[in-house]
């Protein structure tokens, strides 16, 4: 059973282009976390998604940040007008349907916006 | 959920124990005590949690005290890849899922 796959791995932006990461969860699994590492500093939760629904986003910047959790495919983390700021890395987690305290990480995506 | 406090960081011997400390005093009485690690540039990883018994798997040991105000993780026989920041997660457990809110954590450092 394949881990928790982020893509891409390193992704590099300019100042105001938009940044679309991708986060296949575990096979059978149905919740899907985001979270943020800004450099230097802890983990911080942005948002809960289950297929087809935002669970919690109270982490989530009020503007330029989206998520989605589609039926089909990976969930997305979408950043719109990236800004240097936004550089981080950014951790997908999921777990299974009875036990989602137990969260499996991906390898995360790190941004570089220049 | 409950705060936690943790050593900002620690030294242990390879093939010593390593015990990490997590301080959760105004924990409630249906809050769980997690622990998960991050190896520098990685993911985190999950290693143990429990909620007043003393959990044992193939990672790790959890104690907590009696009172539950504390609880210690130990790592039997530590190697140079278990330096890493461990983190001591206090939350509810529910089939609703949820965040988990990472402190600064325990940065610890295995030295041959």
């Known amino acids: 059973n394949a881990g928790v796959m982020q893509n891409p791995r390193h992704l590099v932006r300019r100042r105001g282009q938009e940044a679309r990461l991708r986060c296949s969860p575990m096979?059978?699994?149905?919740?899907v976390y985001w979270y943020r590492q800004l450099p230097e500093e802890g983990l911080k939760f942005m948002v809960y998604?289950?297929?087809?629904?935002?669970?919690?986003e109270s982490g989530m910047p009020k503007e330029r940040f989206s998520a989605e959790f589609p039926k089909e495919g990976p969930s997305i983390l979408r950043i719109q007008q990236v800004v240097r700021g936004d550089s981080a890395a950014y951790f997908c987690a999921s777990s299974p349907p009875g036990l989602p305290d137990e969260q499996f990480f991906g390898p995360g995506t790190r941004l570089t916006v220049l | 959920d409950a705060k936690t406090t943790q050593p900002t960081s620690m030294d242990c011997a390879e093939g010593r124990a390593a015990n990490l400390p997590c301080n959760h005093s105004?924990?409630?009485?249906?809050?769980?005590v997690y622990w998960y690690r991050q190896i520098h540039s990685q993911g985190p990883q999950y290693i143990i949690h429990?909620?007043?018994n003393n959990e044992t798997n193939e990672m790790a040991s959890l104690i907590i005290t009696e009172d539950r105000k504390s609880s210690t993780l130990i790592l039997p026989h530590a190697t140079l890849r278990d330096t890493a920041v461990y983190y001591c997660i206090v939350r509810v457990y529910n089939n609703q899922g949820g965040k988990l809110i990472f402190g600064q954590g325990t940065e610890l450092s295995v030295k041959p």
């Open positions: 096979k059978g699994h149905s919740h």
């Open positions: 998604l289950q297929k087809e629904n935002i669970i919690d």
């Open positions: 429990g909620l007043k």
């Open positions: 105004t924990i409630s009485g249906n809050e769980y």
